[in-house]
Structure formats: structure tokens, C-alpha cells
């Protein structure tokens, strides 16, 4: 089936530096792929959606400028966590979908978890 | 904009014994998808079982199984002969079918008894 690797897993970072987070499918096209935040206990919350060759849309309330999302090819997807503070600490998830079956099936990353210190 | 409700924080289930997570959602659209996805203590995303609005007849995968009610909006997931490997998150997500994003319930953490 069809596979989507998220990187790193776990990263911690000092308050004021960025960081990147890596989500690739393996094994088939992602036209669009989508980065989501989860706070312990609660549920998956839309963040952005990135589309292959242009800009994300970015939902209500999530700063573009602080959540960079990059989606370059059609199996790469980045987001950056630009300026980092411990309240941006949380799980993040991200997830595909496919040129065939595109609005049928998603399929998700493992999740990074991110600590600011 | 489209709204997922599951009512159940936590349910509980013996093993071997059957379970219903409720879910109901809004919405204006006559075409969608309708998932169920388990969340693990991994925190990976399991698709569970997948329903189209347009399809009259339940879904089914293996022991899992929904009771679509179209009108009422109602999507539940059954779950029989629980196994202790079913206990995770359950979350109920919709997604139109000219939309890309899917949104989420929040979730219902379902503990299995032995």
C-alpha cells in the first residue's frame, strides 16, 4: 500500500531557531499533501494544505510566515517551524493524497514530535 | 463549514463483546466521504474503514462496520469481538468530495477490558 515517510520522528530545538520537517511519499505522486497539529489529547487540527508547484493555503489563525510549507515535487512536502517557541511544541502530522484517488483515501505520515526549550 | 462530532470522550468494551463509537456531522454538500481512523499509542493514522454518501450500503472491513444514516447525518463504527489491540483513539473525519482537506471529530478513546 501506499506509503508516506514523515522526518525526524522527534526533534527538540532551542526557543529563536527553525526547523524543517521532511514528509515524502514513497511510492506514488502526492498532488496534495497536508500538514496538521496535534495537542496532546485532542484531535487533528487542518493547519495548511500544500499543493504541488504553488503556494499552501493556510486554515484561520495559522501564520504563514511562521509555518513555512514548501511542496517542490510531487513527493515532497516541507514544513518549517521558523522562530520556534515552546508554544509551538506539539505533534505534527502530515498527510497525502494520491493523483488516482485523490479525494478517497489520505494517507499519513508516523508524526514529528516537536519540543522547543 | 463542515463539523465532526463524537459525543463519546471514552468508552470501554470487554473483551471479546461488541462497541459503538457515535460520530455526526454537518453539512451542506450531497456528496462526501466519511472515514474512521485509529490512533494508536504510536500516534500513527490507521484508516479504518472508509464510507462514500452516495453508497446506500454499509460498509464493512472484517470485524469493523458503520450504520450510515445519510439524513441524519450519523456515522457510527461498530466494532465486534473486541480485541485488546483495538484500543486506541478513534476519530471520525469527513471530506468533500470537490475538497481536499479532511476534518476531524474529536476523537473517542476506546479502552478494551480482558
Known amino acids: 500500500g501506499a506509503v508516506v515517510s514523515q522526518h525526524p520522528s522527534r526533534v527538540i530545538c532551542k526557543s529563536g531557531t527553525s526547523v524543517k520537517i521532511e514528509c515524502r511519499s514513497l511510492?506514488?505522486?502526492?498532488?496534495?499533501m497536508f500538514w496538521y497539529r496535534q495537542f496532546p489529547k485532542q484531535s487533528l487540527m487542518l493547519m495548511a494544505t500544500s499543493n504541488e508547484g504553488s503556494k499552501a493555503t493556510y486554515e484561520q489563525g495559522v501564520e504563514k510566515d511562521k509555518f513555512l510549507i514548501n511542496h517542490a515535487s510531487l513527493t515532497l512536502s516541507t514544513l518549517t517551524v521558523t522562530s520556534a517557541h515552546p508554544e509551538d511544541s506539539s505533534f505534527y502530522i502530515c498527510?497525502?493524497?494520491?493523483?488516482?484517488?485523490?479525494?478517497?483515501?489520505?494517507?499519513f505520515g508516523q508524526g514529528t514530535r516537536l519540543t522547543v526549550v | 463549514a463542515q463539523t465532526v462530532t463524537q459525543s463519546q470522550p471514552e468508552m470501554s468494551v470487554q473483551e471479546a463483546e461488541t462497541v459503538t463509537l457515535s460520530c455526526t456531522y454537518d453539512?451542506?454538500?450531497?456528496?462526501?466521504?466519511l472515514f474512521w481512523y485509529k490512533q494508536p499509542p504510536s500516534r500513527q493514522m490507521i484508516l479504518v474503514i472508509r464510507?462514500?454518501?452516495?453508497?446506500?450500503q454499509n460498509a464493512t472491513e472484517n470485524r469493523f462496520s458503520v450504520n450510515f444514516q445519510k439524513a441524519a447525518k450519523s456515522f457510527s463504527l461498530k466494532i465486534s469481538d473486541s480485541q485488546l489491540g483495538d484500543a486506541a483513539m478513534y476519530f471520525c473525519?469527513?471530506?468533500?468530495?470537490?475538497?481536499?482537506?479532511?476534518?476531524f471529530g474529536a476523537g473517542t478513546r476506546l479502552t478494551v477490558k480482558p
Open positions: 498527510s497525502a493524497s494520491d493523483r488516482g484517488t485523490s479525494l478517497k483515501r489520505a494517507f
Open positions: 473525519a469527513y471530506r468533500g468530495r470537490n475538497n481536499n482537506d479532511m476534518r
Open positions: 464510507q462514500e454518501a452516495y453508497k446506500q
Open positions: 453539512t451542506s454538500e450531497s456528496d462526501y466521504y
Open positions: 511510492d506514488f505522486q502526492a498532488t496534495t
